[in-house]
């Protein structure tokens, strides 16, 4: 990482610390619920279910907002469209401490999740048009490891709350901690321009009168692409969130762990989570897609067999550590697919996903 990261510019180095934290911040924001779930359980008197919506309400409210992001982006730049997004997604973090009742916090859920669907899509095509191509790949698959620490960060900021707070003030605490991320705009807004081929491509478009039309991924040539990279991430965060949500509660009611233990527990297995990202990120150059297993080859991984397999045998909302991350590097291929395709439709060296 040392030798390409040099070689990058001042600009592309203040983009990628810029991204990098707003991944982190955001994962942080979004995974502090997953620790609090056995708390407001007991706290409120409501079912798993109702907890599993709490958690659902945000995934789905972020795959709308990643779509309102990117059309934003569009239209009022990258830059300007991820301050909004984390700063949202802090404030509505922020707020959820707050919350009285089952029926506000899903509401605010929903709200928050809103930015943390934004500024993924605003971040992932910033850092696609500020890195140049030779590294591009690398400084992506970097920037998601940010993920990992963010994730680390909530669990250890949840056991600490825990452990010098009584519950019925920890959960709210740890909520609240969740207004940080904002000061990250001060740091965009100072070191972070918008991308030049963007200024060139929204001037180009303005003097020909072209209008950006979001519903063109679902038209040809691109509409192959759109859908199976929509189906691989699909797949690939569906898979993932389903253990991450439940694996602190997992830890707390079956193998009756305490919340600073369940935390630290989940601390720790985030090491492993930055170390795959750091090394899908290691590539030199895109792999064929010969490498990758087709989406027939992912439903017949062993990890997910295993889920599948303890699932069935003792009815654990999560299967264990063991199946917690499925292919981190899936789903940033997925992502260059799609922005490649995106940026150059008519690229002959663009690989293939099989189905």
């Not at 404030?91 to 899903?106: A, K, M, N, P």
């Not at 600490?160 to 709210?172: E, G, K, N, T």
């Amino acid at each position: 990482m040392v030798v390409w990261y040099s070689e990058l510019s001042k600009r592309e180095k203040r983009t990628f610390w810029g991204c990098f934290g707003g991944w982190a911040l955001d994962a942080m924001d979004v995974q502090i619920f997953s620790f609090l779930i056995p708390t407001l359980v007991a706290a409120w008197g409501i079912s798993q279910v109702q907890a599993g919506l709490l958690g659902t309400s945000a995934l789905v409210a972020s795959a709308i907002g990643g779509w309102i992001g990117g059309v934003l982006s569009d239209r009022y730049g990258r830059v300007r469209v991820m301050q909004i997004t984390v700063m949202w997604f802090a404030v509505f973090t922020f707020l959820s401490g707050f919350t009285q009742s089952y029926e506000q916090l899903l509401v605010v859920r929903c709200l928050q999740g809103l930015g943390f669907g934004g500024e993924w899509a605003a971040g992932a095509v910033l850092m696609g048009e500020i890195i140049r191509p030779a590294h591009r790949g690398k400084a992506v698959g970097s920037v998601q490891s940010g993920y990992a620490i963010g994730w680390g960060a909530a669990a250890l900021l949840s056991s600490l709350s825990f452990a010098v707070l009584p519950d019925a003030y920890a959960w709210r605490a740890t909520f609240w901690v969740g207004l940080l991320p904002a000061l990250l705009v001060i740091y965009i807004r100072r070191f972070i321009q918008e991308p030049e081929v963007f200024e060139t491509a929204r001037r180009a478009a303005q003097a020909a009168g072209i209008k950006t039309r979001p519903l063109d991924i679902f038209r040809r040539p691109l509409l192959r692409t759109t859908l199976l990279a929509s189906l691989l991430a699909l797949g690939v965060q569906g898979s993932s969130y389903a253990i991450i949500t439940w694996l602190p509660t997992f830890l707390r009611t079956v193998r009756h762990l305490s919340s600073v233990g369940a935390g630290s527990y989940v601390a720790v297995v985030t090491l492993g989570a930055f170390c795959g990202y750091l090394t899908s990120a290691s590539d030199r150059r895109d792999r064929p897609a010969q490498e990758f297993p087709d989406l027939r080859g992912l439903l017949l991984d062993r990890r997910f067999l295993l889920h599948v397999r303890a699932v069935r045998q003792r009815g654990d909302p999560v299967a264990g550590p063991a199946v917690r991350l499925l292919h981190p590097g899936h789903l940033r291929l997925a992502r260059a697919l799609f922005h490649r395709a995106v940026s150059d439709p008519g690229a002959r060296d663009r690989p293939k996903l099989r189905l």
